[in-house]
């Protein structure tokens, strides 16, 4: 589970900035699940306040993770975007760090990087809840732990300037270091951006027929007025057919009415290559014909059907579900059901994550009568003067538990609220409606 994120000078994130996923209030804290961490944690704040950029620093820490072997060539320096309003930002370096919980016991790894080098990294463990250096770097000089394998050793040979200490030694197949890199490639999943095309599982085949029976249920029960979805799987038929083509020469259907159908199997010789699947939304006042096609089904049902598929994912294994903007094109009730999945100590029995941003002030309420958030769930990002990022909790204001916190959010009581000038903006819409002066002829 992840425990906390750190982040120092990365675009509006100037001075160093904290979330922390750890409970204040025992209202967060489960009666019977073993979680570690809060499940839920929300980043409210205006619209280019920072929010995004708090969950696109995790991102960038992922994917240097994942491919800094693969993308820092020698000499080629590090991507990064440190704080673009200072000069002295960009001479200093960028700082991402996480606290996890692998298996019960809490690591610490973290890496700092300028335009061309890893200045710093290291990792951290603590069993038995002393800490224990697995490695400290400090651009070329490695420090390890007494009890470090020769062979963790020796990947510091192997690792260029400009890429993490912690990608190759994963790539050597180190014990040691395995677990806080499969957390970074398995763990941490970022959702699809919600457009209309279908998103990356559906194109690539990944959704089952468990999937689909899940995702009819949600929607069934979310008043979407959708009975039932079809899985609709594309083949384009022998590796022949569609070297000589390039069409789909077939496909199949499969309907889902509760429980999965049954998948035929086909002899190699013959079998039908998989291309892009499709899902059909079947509607209460549908007859039962052909149903909706995924580019005709209004933007709210695929958005909630996106975010549905990925929660779901996500809480089969455990992991941490990074979601931008959870409210956009879904009603606040439909938003609330998402996170209430990861609430939920029986939907949520390996302590599953999601970390969202929004600016929907009807999640900081009730929604039908029950709290979409906790107290610890809700943090808060404001921007200054100066363009610097700031994130703090709800918890800094002591609230109480029956506060009317959506009121008290949108009079401003939070901060992380548009500061709008009125005479600027009826100015703006005076002048907008002004005619254009007519040209004269001298």
Do not use: C
């Not at 995790?58 to 820092?72: A, F, I, K, P």
């Not at 970022?190 to 559906?202: C, G, I, K, V």
């Not at 039908?272 to 052909?290: C, D, I, K, R, V």
Request: no cysteine; net charge negative; proline share 4%.
């Amino acid at each position: 589970m992840l425990l906390s994120f750190r982040v120092e000078n990365h675009k509006s994130i100037r001075d160093e900035q904290q979330v922390l996923l750890t409970p204040v209030y025992d209202d967060a804290t489960p009666e019977e699940a073993d979680w570690e961490a809060l499940t839920v944690t929300g980043i409210f704040g205006a619209n280019a306040s920072g929010k995004s950029n708090v969950l696109d620093a995790l991102g960038l820490m992922q994917e240097t993770v994942r491919w800094s072997m693969r993308d820092n060539e020698p000499g080629g320096g590090v991507r990064r975007e440190p704080f673009a309003l200072s000069n002295e930002a960009a001479e200093e370096p960028s700082v991402f760090v996480v606290d996890l919980m692998l298996s019960g016991v809490r690591h610490t790894y973290g890496f700092a990087v300028d335009d061309d080098r890893v200045v710093e990294e290291w990792l951290y463990s603590y069993p038995r809840r002393r800490k224990r250096v697995v490695f400290e770097r400090d651009e070329e000089s490695f420090t390890f732990g007494e009890s470090v394998s020769v062979k963790l050793r020796r990947a510091e040979d192997l690792t260029g300037p400009n890429v993490l200490f912690l990608t190759v030694a994963a790539r050597a197949s180190n014990e040691e270091v395995e677990q806080v890199y499969q957390w970074f490639s398995e763990n941490l999943v970022f959702a699809d951006e919600r457009t209309s095309d279908r998103p990356q599982w559906l194109r690539k085949n990944w959704i089952t027929e468990e999937d689909v029976r899940l995702l009819s249920d949600m929607l069934a029960s979310a008043d979407t007025g959708i009975r039932r979805l079809e899985l609709q799987e594309g083949y384009g038929g022998t590796e022949a057919d569609v070297s000589r083509s390039g069409s789909i020469a077939t496909t199949r259907k499969r309907e889902v009415r509760g429980r999965a159908a049954a998948f035929r199997e086909v002899s190699v010789q013959n079998a039908l290559f998989p291309t892009e699947s499709n899902l059909l939304f079947h509607h209460l006042e549908a007859s039962e014909g052909a149903g909706f096609d995924w580019k005709q089904e209004s933007l709210g049902t695929r958005a909630f059907v996106m975010m549905a598929y990925e929660a779901q994912r996500v809480l089969k294994t455990g992991g941490v579900l990074v979601v931008d903007e959870i409210d956009t094109s879904l009603h606040p009730y439909l938003s609330a059901r998402i996170i209430s999945l990861f609430r939920d100590e029986e939907q949520n029995p390996h302590g599953a994550q999601l970390l969202f941003t929004s600016h929907d002030a009807a999640l900081l309420g009730r929604i039908r009568g029950e709290e979409a958030l906790k107290r610890d769930h809700i943090w808060f990002v404001d921007k200054d003067r100066q363009g610097r990022s700031t994130i703090y909790p709800l918890s800094d204001f002591k609230p109480r538990g029956d506060d009317n916190r959506t009121r008290r959010y949108l009079t401003g009581r939070y901060g992380a609220v548009p500061d709008v000038d009125d005479e600027l903006f009826q100015e703006a819409l005076r002048r907008r409606a002004l005619p254009e002066p007519e040209d004269t002829i001298e």
